[in-house]
């Protein structure tokens, strides 16, 4: 009988430390199942985030990495035009839309705050934040502002044709949700779970 017992608290365990609801899911990281990528993960609030730009590639010209160069995505993930990162998150994951960065802004301080928490290392009561927005720069007949500036996709309508809300951090300085950029430009992405 104790054997059982025992054998039935080990299984439990094993089980629970696996978030339930998406099984890829383990110890902060997430693997996406399409490529094999590992991405760390935080969770701030109530809201699960990749803690790292996306870097999946869609093999259509849609998404590049900024000069062309690999290295560059491997430290500040993909640049994608507005349709592919619409699409471009994993399964169980999406795009945020300007509402959900809005809600991940007013948890870290607000607009005047959020900034100094999205940098890497950034602590905040003691704790590290975890979310590691980098300025990747952008894309649009040529590659601009690697390190200055980062522009990150949403999936919220832009108000005019073919264009989307987008955010933009300028790191140390401010963070902004008020952008809006036509499609054909190319931005970097973080995906938030469903």
């Known amino acids: 009988m104790k054997s059982y017992l025992l054998l039935g608290i080990v299984l439990c365990l094993l089980s ?3 978030d339930n609801d998406d099984n890829d899911v383990l110890a902060n990281q997430f693997t996406d199942p399409r490529d094999g990528q590992v991405y760390d993960i935080v969770t701030i609030g109530e809201q699960t985030w990749f803690a790292e730009n996306l870097n999946y590639d869609t093999l259509d010209n849609l998404s590049t990495c900024y ?28 795009l945020p839309s300007k509402e959900e960065w809005d809600t991940l802004i007013d948890y870290l301080g607000g607009i005047e705050a959020a900034h100094i928490f999205f940098k890497p290392y950034a ?21 601009k502002e690697i390190g200055e500036k980062g522009h990150y996709y949403t999936s919220t309508d ?25 499609s054909g430009i190319m931005q970097n992405c973080r995906c938030i779970k469903d």
């Open 16 to 18: 629970c430390s696996k």
């Open 123 to 143: 602590m905040q009561q003691g704790k590290p934040v975890g979310f590691n927005l980098l300025a990747g720069g952008w894309y649009f007949s040529e590659f």
């Open 67 to 94: 000069d062309d160069n690999s290295d560059n995505c491997f430290i500040y993930g993909r640049l994608y035009t507005g349709d592919a990162a619409q699409t471009a998150c994993p399964e169980g994951w999406h």
């Open 158 to 182: 832009g108000g005019f044709p073919d264009s989307f809300r987008n955010v933009t951090l300028v790191p140390d300085v401010s963070v902004s949700t008020s952008g809006i950029s036509s």
